[in-house]
């Protein structure tokens, strides 16, 4: 019994070891039919450590923002998404947080981009608390777009 689990285990491990180069193969073929590879251009926001790692749990806490938006729009209820977007719009604290960050790395630019996240976001709200369907999906965009804007420019 313990023969064939051994040689079961073995024959698994050398098949997902087959796999896994035939995956990095491609995967190298396709990085350099693209170019190759590149250095990484994006400025790196010059901060604390403890801070990268609250400003990461942050993003990500973002993220779960707007995964939340969006089911709520596919779920049709519009007032929802209307009420968790207006939690991510512009508000006193979050100027604050991004004025902060743009401070202390000298980065002027990364408030007008935070300010365009959130103020999207208050966009959104309005739209769904409007019952606009289509605006709502067009102002998730334009949120998503002002997120990755920002991470296109800036990187820890």
Sequence with gaps: M????FVSLMAGLFAFGISHADDHKAIHEKM??????????RIELKLPDAMKVMQKKMMRSH????????LAIANNDLSKAAAIAKGLGWTPEEEARCNMVSEMTGEKEFLGLGMAVHKS??????????????KALV????LIKNCNACHERFRH
């Design 2 to 5: 313990k023969r064939i689990f």
């Design 32 to 41: 350099m039919e693209t170019g190759g590879q590149k250095a990484d251009e």
């Design 63 to 70: 993220m779960d923002t707007v995964g939340e938006i969006t």
């Design 121 to 134: 976001a208050d966009e959104l709200a309005q739209a769904a608390a409007s019952g606009d369907m289509e």
């Design 139 to 142: 102002n998730l965009s334009k």
